[in-house]
């Protein structure tokens, strides 16, 4: 395809496909600019969110033809969507970059390696949990055969890149994959029925993390929840939105909405705000397919971070949480504060542990510069972010840093890392916390 045969027809995509409204909506009055974190870390307009949308809208005009330019700087991008709530005109930006890049992805040409990579991740692995269980079981095997020490031993993980060798420090203990299969779908709630829920497991959060979605679990059943885990659920389909994969996001989200129709559930609970901040907008990702518009709206209005359902149900004023002395700090998710609007209840579940402080962080809203595979992706910037984000927790005294999403929780433990701080301070997922709070009173033992 000739440069400008290409030109011609990603202006034509960005016609058809990018909404005019909402471009013109935004009103360049630059209230965006202090709460998106590459515009405060570069202070270079086409790095803010109305500068993108400046430059989406003039390639749907026409008026510019550097497409890799635009790209990079819509990659540049974390998709936080801190903007959105800022934003006094409403414009929904998070949906007008998956958009943009879904048409770059269409009309990108790669090379065959590339496209077996993505292949392999976006159609080959996330989709299939029984192939993620086991992808993360040969991760459990490096840890538990000593593969692991050997190799850092010999310093073997030099030859990756410096953030991936930071990486494999703060990896969780993996379970083995005999745990994460043949698992109980039914949980009666612990004393007095208050409410079905059906729980979004996850890929990464079921065997990556199983402890903490076992932990959620034990929780809601503690505060009055019987928890059905429907089988046939699967990825969000976040990673392959967010990456231009906009029809595989589609399949993931159809099978998941057929997925929690079976069940008769008051709420879908989960416990991963990135994973909320897409099933949220399953309606707008599916608004062009009349059978499923309306299923993806009732859907979504049933979805409900864990943090909401256990404040809603008051399980922090009728189960005991203790903790020894200790300084907790929250960092937000950024997609369960911005998409899904919850703040507050997380930070009314840790006020609620006796023998702790809570002590807020400045700057808590801001990215942590996960931003799912970000960090990974754009190195240099996420870890410009994250070194800020830990000079502002440094400030806290805090010796315990809580979230509420799985790449939350590795970008801060990498922080810790970095900083040399992992002999005083520790990450944790809040339902980890709650679980470890609650124990101290003798919970666990509760069937």
């Not at 959620?216 to 929840?225: D, H, K, N, S, Y």
């Not at 939105?241 to 709420?267: C, M, V, W, Y």
């Amino acid at each position: 395809m000739s440069s400008l045969t290409k030109q011609r027809s990603v202006q034509q995509d960005f016609r058809e496909k990018m909404d005019e409204d909402e471009l013109l909506n935004c009103m360049r009055c630059g209230f965006c600019l202090p709460a998106c974190p590459t515009y405060i870390e570069t202070g270079k307009e086409y790095y803010s969110p109305r500068g993108r949308i400046a430059l989406m809208k003039a390639v749907r005009d026409g008026m510019i033809d550097a497409y890799e330019e635009v790209e990079h700087t819509l990659n540049v991008c974390l998709g936080c969507r801190a903007c959105e709530p800022v934003c006094p005109a409403g414009v929904k930006y998070g949906h007008l970059l998956e958009e943009a890049r879904h048409i770059f992805e269409q009309h990108k040409a790669r090379s065959l390696p590339v496209k077996a990579v993505r292949k392999t991740v976006f159609e080959g692995l996330f989709p299939h949990q029984s192939r993620m269980q086991a992808a993360t079981s040969l991760v459990g095997f490096y840890q538990r055969s000593g593969l692991q020490k050997v190799a850092r031993k010999i310093g073997f993980l030099k030859l990756f890149p410096k953030t991936m060798a930071e990486m494999e420090k703060i990896l969780p203990d993996v379970p083995k994959k005999k745990e994460m299969k043949g698992r109980r779908r039914h949980f009666p709630p612990i004393g007095e029925k208050k409410a079905t829920v059906a729980f979004f497991a996850g890929c990464l959060m079921d065997t990556l993390f199983l402890k903490t979605n076992e932990n959620t679990i034990r929780l809601l059943q503690l505060a009055g929840c019987e928890v059905v885990v429907p089988e046939n659920q699967g990825c969000c389909g976040a990673l392959h939105g967010h990456s231009g994969e906009k029809e595989k996001a589609k399949e993931l989200a159809k099978r998941n909405i057929e997925a929690f129709e079976q069940t008769d559930a008051d709420h879908i609970v989960l416990n991963a705000g990135g994973c909320g901040g897409y099933l949220v907008d399953y309606d707008h990702l599916l608004k062009d397919e009349k059978d499923w518009r309306e299923r993806a709206k009732r859907f979504k209005n049933k979805v409900k971070d864990m943090t909401e359902i256990l404040v809603e149900l008051e399980f922090h004023k009728n189960v005991p949480l203790h903790l020894p002395g200790q300084i907790l700090t929250y960092q937000d998710s950024c997609h369960l504060r911005n998409v899904m609007g919850v703040h507050d209840a997380p930070r009314k579940l840790l006020q609620a542990i006796e023998g702790a402080a809570f002590v807020e962080l400045d700057g808590a809203d801001k990215c942590c510069g996960s931003a799912g595979i970000y960090n990974i992706l754009q190195p240099e910037m996420a870890n410009q972010i994250l070194d800020h984000k830990m000079e502002k927790v440094k400030m806290t005294n805090a010796c315990t840093i809580v979230t509420t999403n799985p790449g939350c929780l590795m970008q801060m433990k990498m922080g810790i890392e970095r900083h040399g701080l992992s002999g005083t301070m520790r990450a944790v997922h809040i339902a980890d916390l709650l679980m470890e709070a609650s124990v101290e009173k003798g919970n666990m033992g509760l069937q």
